[in-house]
Every structure is written in structure tokens, then in C-alpha cells.
């Protein structure tokens, strides 16, 4: 179980991204292309175009697959035109979740959303039916021991909307979506590098499980993410246990 605390909820979710790594390239190539198609290829203007980079270049992409996939997009390279759709449902306890999805074809992405909704105990719900209960922002999050004082100047220096102690010893920091990267390159740049950093949906307030059911929504998360033309899965579970295949 990994739920004790937000830290160790935010430690697992990095590992379970390292796991994933392979299968992050692909769902970034869309995402870039789909940037690129929408705001053009100049990350100067383009802060979604730049944002998806970033997260290619964490994720060690080489340059030539970014390259091709803004080329995709602009339109100077032959490629598939994908279709931006989320969904909103439910999870154990009534637990939100949304799922953005990018797909070429939009009935296959549906049926398979609804079937791993229903498999693991969830729900598809409808249009607006959970979206009001996050905010679209940038999270960064700060290992215990981090000097708050000091984090929360350069923070809100840096043009971050709030910096939050959790009970735990850890620091999360909030931005703006869109100047997420320039925030966190201006805290790196004064020494302080977060643990964890993205733009996400924000949930207003956590709703907690433990036991079986932390151990099922995390396999109805992962089964969401495991979707091909799902691009991110949020949640506002807190205290999610760890499936044990």
C-alpha cells in the first residue's frame, strides 16, 4: 500500500511513470502532433507546442522523433489526424475521474474507455458531470526537508500561484498551466529541482479509499492508461493502494 502520505502517493506515481516510459513516446508523438496542428510549430508561441517538448525531453525522446512529429502537425509531413476527446466518470467511492484521449477514430475510443470503466467497478458519466471539481494547472512537488521560507520567496518570486506545506514534510508549489516551464526552470535555477512536476488537472478536494478499494481504482487507472489513444488519466482518489499482479 502506498497511501500513508501525499509524498509516498507522489513517489509511487514516479515509479509507475518509469514503468511506463516506453509507452509515454508514443502518447507524446501525438500530443506533439496535435500542439503543432492547433498553435503552429514555434514553441515561442506556442506554450502547449512547448510544454509537450519539455515532457520529450524528460522523457529522453531523441530530437529527430520530436522534429517529425511537429512536422506531422504543421502539415509539411504526411501523418494521421487525431481528434481531442475527454471523458468524465466515476470510480470507486464515487471517486472523479477525467480521461483525455486523442484518437483517429472515435467510436473505438469510447467503447474501450466504458468497457474499463465498467470492468473495474466505474462509470462513464457525461459532459461536465466531474470536470468543475479540478483545476487545469501546474503542480510541482518538493521532498520533506525543503526550506519552505526560502521555496515559497523564489516561488512566488518566480510568478507561482500558491505554495502549500503538506502534513507530511513535503511542498507542493501551484502554477499557472501555461507557465509551468518557466517556473520550474526559474526554481532549478535557484536549487531548487522538484521530485515530481506537471501540468495536470488539480482536484479541489481529495476523495480517500484504503483497503480494496484503494487496490481497485488503481487498477481501473491503470487500465484507463493503458488505452492506446489515452493520452492522461487524473483522479481526485487519494490513498490509492498499490495492484498486486
Known amino acids: 500500500m502506498a497511501g500513508h502520505s501525499k509524498w509516498a502517493n507522489i513517489q509511487h506515481r514516479k515509479g509507475r511513470q518509469d514503468e511506463k516510459r516506453g509507452k509515454i513516446w508514443t502518447k507524446l508523438i501525438r500530443e506533439i502532433t496535435v500542439a503543432a496542428k492547433m498553435g ?4 515561442a508561441t506556442n506554450p502547449r507546442l ?4 519539455d515532457k520529450a525531453k524528460d522523457s529522453n525522446m531523441p530530437n529527430d522523433n520530436v522534429q517529425r ?11 494521421v489526424n487525431y481528434e481531442e476527446i ?3 466518470g466515476y470510480g470507486l467511492n464515487g471517486a472523479a475521474v477525467i480521461v483525455d484521449a486523442l484518437t483517429d477514430n472515435r467510436t473505438r475510443t469510447v467503447a474501450e474507455v466504458r468497457h474499463a470503466f465498467t470492468k473495474h467497478g466505474g462509470n462513464l458519466g ?6 468543475f471539481l479540478f483545476k487545469h494547472c501546474g503542480r510541482m512537488f518538493f521532498a520533506p526537508g525543503t526550506s519552505e521560507d526560502a521555496l515559497m520567496e523564489a516561488a ?8 502549500i506545506p503538506q502534513e507530511d514534510g513535503s511542498i507542493e508549489v501551484v502554477t499557472p498551466a501555461y507557465e509551468f516551464a518557466a517556473i520550474k526552470e526559474a526554481l532549478i535555477a535557484k536549487g531548487f529541482t522538484p521530485e515530481l512536476g506537471e501540468v495536470t488537472m488539480r482536484p479541489d478536494a481529495d476523495t480517500e479509499l484504503s ?9 481501473l ?5 493503458a488505452l492506446d489513444d489515452v493520452q492522461e488519466v487524473f483522479t481526485n482518489a487519494s490513498k490509492i493502494g498499490r495492484a498486486h499482479v
Open 86 to 88: 475527454r471523458y468524465e
Open 40 to 43: 503552429g510549430g514555434d514553441i
Open 50 to 53: 512547448r510544454l509537450a517538448i
Open 221 to 225: 487507472l491503470d487500465a484507463l492508461e
Open 69 to 79: 512529429a511537429i512536422q506531422r502537425g504543421t502539415g509539411s509531413l504526411e501523418g
Open 156 to 163: 512566488l518570486e518566480a510568478g507561482a500561484d500558491d505554495v
Open 211 to 219: 483497503g480494496d478499494d484503494a487496490i481497485k481504482m488503481q487498477k
Open 126 to 131: 457525461t459532459d461536465g458531470s466531474v470536470a
